[in-house]
């Protein structure tokens, strides 16, 4: 890829022969920082490693599309798109499901310029989730790169050729004039310089000593080679540096063009990375969808306005590139509708803060989405010029260090101390290192590059923080090679381990006498890497059982190491022979292929699929040996957080696992605890070693929290160390909260008849609260207060969303007198348990009240016999359990017939306003009583089957509840809030007629109380 090379040359020539003085480069290099947020849960995560967005290619040249989906819920397969057309699909290992899956597959142009790729993967519940890029294919005949040489006398082609390291026919074939004859003195030739410093045809350049105080002129003479032949004069034009404004790109609204379950968009701007939005929770692997605002508009102004919206720089005289890709969800999660994309080139005389709308195309669905970009001021950061830099870095290989040399500054005036060294690859920072070191460790893959691709190690001084403090020139490049692609020395080692071999019920069974066990054999075999193999023998297998690798080869190990070359394939499998008789029978076999660019994802573990045995085995690569998924991809270590547990002395433990694909290499990790609201507990920070596929449990003496679950960690809150998806813009490190309970009060009621009061308790949390942790209190009107007594006689605990009720007697703590007047339960008093809501406490009870019920109305359905109906219907009121007031409503006659039935009902009314003679006298009531309406009837049909018969029903109101109550003014409106209609029990009325046709009959009736 010429572009990448010469891109790699120019930032390698600089840094050595001009000290990087560019204001852009270093802008580019990480002179500035800004923050903002990077962002249905079975969404597969789709990565593309390669190529990188916006990467531009020469015509004819193709590229390898490298990319990786997960899934929780597994993958069934991944498909490559260009340019709207499927290339390739790559489907899961035959008969399972798989995740991670890699898609690795080569793709060439058919024309000139940009072209979208996209990988849509698919988990095994039919969920899609999507990444693409665009690409730049241009002109192949890319103008070489030469550097003018002044011929002297004596000079032959011969001599010029061999003494800057190219070759007769390269010299000439740029120098067309020398293929006629000898150079003559003062002359000057082109000579090709053709991949930086090594092997360019360049002259070495000698590291500056660890007392230069400045980086050379840029527009100086070229430093000395000190090669002997005349001048190689380079001439470099530093371009005029533009300005750069600060840019606020917000999304305001979005309109889709129908409803969807859940939306969500991938947002570029200024060409970086795709990133999901929202993301609430800073994980690109979890789904979150906008909010819905009713209609089919989404909130995402919550998401990109504000200080919400990214702020970045972007040159002046540029137009700013956006690309907005929204995606539909339906059918419950199932079905990804591509709501097609925005993709505008935004010219400066629009970042005015003007509201602009733009509608998507190019998708099954659309919408329309309104965005503003405005100028805002930034902070820009300087190198400091006066700042020295680290000098003469080199590798000691043997121990995995890397050493430098640092000298301050004195002239004209000391130099502050710095605070320590930047570690940079590839001009990505990847760590810091204290002040007062001169060496530092590196992981071993940063030493073993992908062949082919090389790794450019630099190093800066700076003051913290970093980059808001002062920072120094970069050190020259120091280069880090595994050679070329088809050296010998570029087949990358693996380490296959055959863990176990596990058997199916379905084993068959070899017919010896008494062979209770169902056993086979004695059997042979051999577990096998590509041409290594480990050989086996073994009495006898049984169905249904495990065995571990080396017990099967008698204690041997049961691993091989294997060379596997880039871009050929690792085949591991095993086969067993079944000897019976001195007949030898297959009785079972398999293998499975990984191609070379899926075998650097960490410590991974696999299994063969055959019907009646399967092989589990881990790949793991041997770091000293050539590396990397490919050109620019570069070896992180990933801490995750696995658990947080607590020793029994108090301490807490926390688990860490390195998911990346290098280690995290005796650096320190700092490790931040707190609780749930932010209160700081303490901080870990201690030096690391961990390669990846181990494990590690930290604790710390002086971390042992009061409440263990009352915890949150976050790892390297600093980001002092670069880890592997924040390096992918994919993931950071959150802080981890451990789940919590949430005890709270749903009910709490008194019952005169047992004299007891009765408190629901319930777990809205995400954990599980111990019986012996329940405290309840409760508060009085006049302010006393009093701790409920409770020995819970449950075992265990209450598990989350689960409800307990408690009780307790009338007494001295109990004093209905003091309760009269309202009171609050409240849960957890004394703030002896963590939990995730404290919020939601406690429960508020209104005082008596002195209430009266007003029975105005029945009416009953037409019961249809051909003789005389008469209903009598009665109406009970008890409060507390206590017997208020009980009334019987005129007798209601009727006769019926099917001839003249046409739906009516009888009724009975009292005298409107309000008829006294079916209303209670006022009583009194606490809010913690229940108030109980029985209402029930009495059908009499002298000569029926219907004779006698009885329906009812019963309304409870809760006092403290007032929506069901309404003021004794109005009470007699019937059609206030305290007017209710009670209908008899349908399944026993019906049941007790016998005729499931018949309606229900209705008490009305209104609840009236004093305003006080």
């Known amino acids: 890829m010429a572009m990448n090379k010469n891109k790699r040359f120019g930032c390698i020539l600089i840094a050595v022969l001009l000290g990087g003085v560019l204001l852009v480069a270093a802008f580019v290099g990480g002179s500035l920082v800004f923050t903002g947020q990077t962002a249905a849960a079975s969404q597969p995560l789709v990565l593309i490693h390669s190529p990188l967005n916006h990467e531009e290619f020469n015509s004819g040249e193709g590229l390898i599309m490298h990319a990786t989906a997960r899934s929780k819920a597994n993958?069934?397969?991944?498909?490559?798109?260009?340019?709207?057309?499927?290339?390739?699909?790559?489907?899961?290992?035959?008969?399972?499901?798989?995740?991670?899956?890699?898609?690795?597959?080569?793709?060439?142009?058919?024309?000139?310029?940009?072209?979208?790729?996209?990988?849509?993967?698919?988990?095994?519940?039919?969920?899609?989730?999507?990444?693409?890029?665009?690409?730049?294919?241009?002109?192949?005949?890319?103008?070489?790169?030469?550097?003018?040489?002044?011929?002297?006398?004596?000079?032959?082609?011969?001599?010029?050729?061999?003494?800057?390291?190219?070759?007769?026919?390269?010299?000439?074939?740029?120098?067309?004039?020398?293929?006629?004859?000898?150079?003559?003195?003062?002359?000057?030739?082109?000579?090709?310089?053709?991949?930086?410093?090594?092997?360019?045809?360049?002259?070495?350049?000698?590291?500056?000593?660890?007392?230069?105080?400045?980086?050379?002129?840029?527009?100086?003479?070229?430093?000395?080679?000190?090669?002997?032949?005349?001048?190689?004069?380079?001439?470099?034009?530093?371009?005029?540096?533009?300005?750069?404004y600060g840019l606020r790109v917000e999304a305001l609204t979005l309109e889709a063009d129908a409803a969807y379950e859940s939306l969500h968009c991938y947002v570029s701007m200024a060409e970086r990375t795709p990133q999901w939005y929202p993301d609430r929770d800073g994980d690109q692997t979890t789904d979150e969808s906008f909010d819905p605002l009713g209609g089919t508009a989404w909130d995402v102004a919550a998401h990109l306005s504000s200080f919400s919206a990214p702020l970045f720089p972007w040159p002046s005289n540029q137009e700013l590139p956006l690309e907005v890709n929204c995606v539909g969800i339906t059918g419950g999660g199932t079905d990804a509708v591509e709501l097609g994309q925005v993709a505008l080139s935004v010219p400066p005389e629009d970042w005015d803060g003007v509201i602009r709308q733009a509608t998507s195309s190019d998708g099954e669905g659309g919408f329309t989405l309104g965005y503003r970009i405005s100028q805002e001021e930034i902070h820009f950061l300087d190198l400091n010029p006066d700042m020295a830099r680290p000098t003469n870095l080199w590798i000691d290989y043997e121990h995995s260090f890397l050493h430098w040399s640092y000298q301050p500054n004195t002239d004209p005036e000391p130099e502050e101390p710095i605070d320590g060294f930047l570690v940079f690859i590839n001009e990505t920072l990847v760590f810091t290192v204290p002040a007062e070191e001169r060496f530092t460790p590196l992981p071993d893959a940063w030493l073993h590059p992908p062949c082919g691709d090389d790794y450019i190690i630099t190093m800066r001084a700076y003051h913290h923080p970093y980059p808001e403090g002062d920072y120094s020139y970069p050190s020259s490049g120091l280069e880090v090679s595994s050679g070329e692609l088809g050296d010998e020395s570029c087949n990358t080692e693996f380490v296959v381990t055959f863990t176990r071999l596990t058997t199916s019920p379905d084993l068959p069974e070899d017919p010896w006498p008494n062979n209770w066990a169902h056993a086979v054999g004695p059997i042979y075999g051999s577990f096998f890497a590509n041409d290594q193999s480990v050989d086996f023998e073994y009495h006898y297998l049984i169905p249904d059982f495990s065995y571990e690798g080396s017990h099967l080869t008698s204690g041997a190990a049961a691993q091989v190491v294997v060379e596997v070359p880039p871009e050929e394939i690792l085949n591991v499998g095993f086969n067993i022979i079944d000897e019976e008789d001195g007949v030898d029978e297959l009785l079972c076999w398999s293998n499975r292929t990984h191609r070379y660019d899926e075998l650097f994802y960490g410590f991974q573990e696999f299994v063969t699929i055959d019907p009646v045995c399967n092989l589990y085995y881990t790949v793991q690569h041997v770091t000293d040996s050539p590396g990397g998924a490919g050109e620019g991809s570069l070896p992180l270590p990933w801490l995750e957080l696995v658990d947080v547990t607590v020793a029994p002395t108090g301490r807490l433990q926390i688990h860490l696992h390195n998911t990346g694909t290098a280690a995290w290499s005796t650096r320190d990790i700092e490790i931040e605890v707190t609780r749930h609201s932010g209160e700081p507990i303490g901080t870990i920070r201690r030096g690391l070693q961990l390669a990846v596929g181990e494990t590690i449990i930290i604790e710390d003496v002086n971390i042992a929290p009061e409440h263990p679950q009352d915890v949150c960690v976050t790892l390297d809150p600093n980001d002092e160390v670069l880890e592997l998806y924040e390096h992918t813009d994919t993931r950071i490190h959150n802080p981890y909260c451990l789940p919590l309970p949430d005890m709270t009060i749903t009910d709490a009621r008194f019952d005169s008849v047992s004299d007891n009061l009765y408190v629901t308790v319930h777990n809205r949390g995400e954990e599980p609260i111990d019986y012996a942790d329940v405290e309840i209190g409760i508060n009085f009107a006049d302010g006393e207060t009093a701790l409920l007594p409770f020995e819970s006689h449950l075992d265990g605990s209450m598990a989350p969303w689960d409800s307990y009720t408690l009780s307790w007697r009338r007494g001295t703590v109990l004093d209905r007198d003091s309760m009269a007047e309202g009171y609050t339960i409240v849960a957890d008093p004394r703030d002896r348990l963590a939990e995730s809501d404290e919020d939601n406490n406690e429960f508020a009870?209104?005082?008596?009240?002195?209430?009266?019920?007003?029975?105005?109305?029945?009416?009953?359905?037409?019961?249809?016999?051909?003789?005389?109906?008469?209903?009598?219907?009665?109406?009970?009121?008890?409060?507390?359990?206590?017997?208020?007031?009980?009334?019987?409503?005129?007798?209601?006659?009727?006769?019926?017939?099917?001839?003249?039935?046409?739906?009516?009902?009888?009724?009975?009314?009292?005298?409107?306003?309000?008829?006294?003679?079916?209303?209670?006298?006022?009583?009194?009531?606490?809010?913690?009583?229940?108030?109980?309406?029985?209402?029930?009837?009495?059908?009499?049909?002298?000569?029926?089957?219907?004779?006698?018969?009885?329906?009812?029903?019963?309304?409870?109101?809760?006092?403290?509840?007032?929506?069901?109550?309404?003021?004794?003014?109005?009470?007699?409106?019937?059609?206030?809030?305290?007017?209710?209609?009670?209908?008899?029990?349908?399944?026993?009325?019906?049941?007790?007629?016998?005729?499931?046709?018949?309606?229900?009959?209705?008490?009305?009736?209104?609840?009236?109380?004093?305003?006080r």
């Open 75 to 244: 993958l069934t397969h991944i498909e490559l798109w260009a340019d709207n057309e499927l290339v390739h699909t790559e489907h899961a290992p035959e008969g399972e499901a798989a995740s991670p899956l890699v898609l690795s597959r080569g793709w060439e142009a058919a024309t000139l310029g940009k072209h979208t790729l996209v990988v849509r993967a698919f988990s095994t519940i039919g969920a899609a989730g999507q990444a693409s890029v665009v690409v730049n294919v241009v002109e192949s005949d890319v103008a070489q790169l030469t550097a003018p040489y002044i011929v002297q006398e004596g000079d032959t082609v011969e001599s010029i050729a061999a003494g800057t390291g190219i070759s007769t026919d390269e010299l000439i074939e740029n120098n067309p004039d020398l293929g006629s004859g000898l150079p003559t003195g003062g002359e000057v030739v082109d000579i090709p310089v053709s991949d930086g410093p090594s092997g360019s045809g360049l002259p070495p350049v000698d590291e500056p000593e660890a007392d230069d105080e400045t980086p050379p002129d840029p527009h100086g003479e070229a430093p000395s080679s000190g090669f002997d032949f005349p001048l190689l004069i380079l001439e470099f034009i530093d371009p005029e540096p533009e300005e750069l």
């Open 845 to 1011: 009870m209104r005082g008596s009240n002195e209430l009266s019920v007003y029975w105005f109305g029945v009416c009953t359905p037409l019961y249809v016999d051909g003789g005389l109906n008469e209903v009598t219907a009665h109406l009970d009121i008890y409060a507390g359990g206590q017997l208020v007031a009980s009334f019987t409503a005129p007798r209601i006659e009727y006769r019926s017939s099917w001839e003249d039935y046409d739906g009516e009902t009888e009724c009975w009314y009292s005298d409107y306003p309000m008829s006294y003679d079916h209303v209670t006298p006022f009583f009194d009531i606490s809010g913690d009583e229940l108030l109980e309406i029985h209402s029930y009837a009495e059908l009499d049909a002298p000569g029926s089957r219907l004779d006698g018969s009885i329906g009812g029903s019963v309304l409870i109101v809760y006092p403290h509840d007032l929506s069901m109550i309404e003021p004794y003014g109005t009470c007699g409106s019937r059609t206030g809030p305290g007017a209710h209609r009670l209908a008899t029990d349908p399944d026993r009325t019906f049941g007790q007629l016998g005729d499931p046709g018949y309606d229900p009959w209705f008490s009305y009736f209104a609840i009236c109380q004093i305003e």
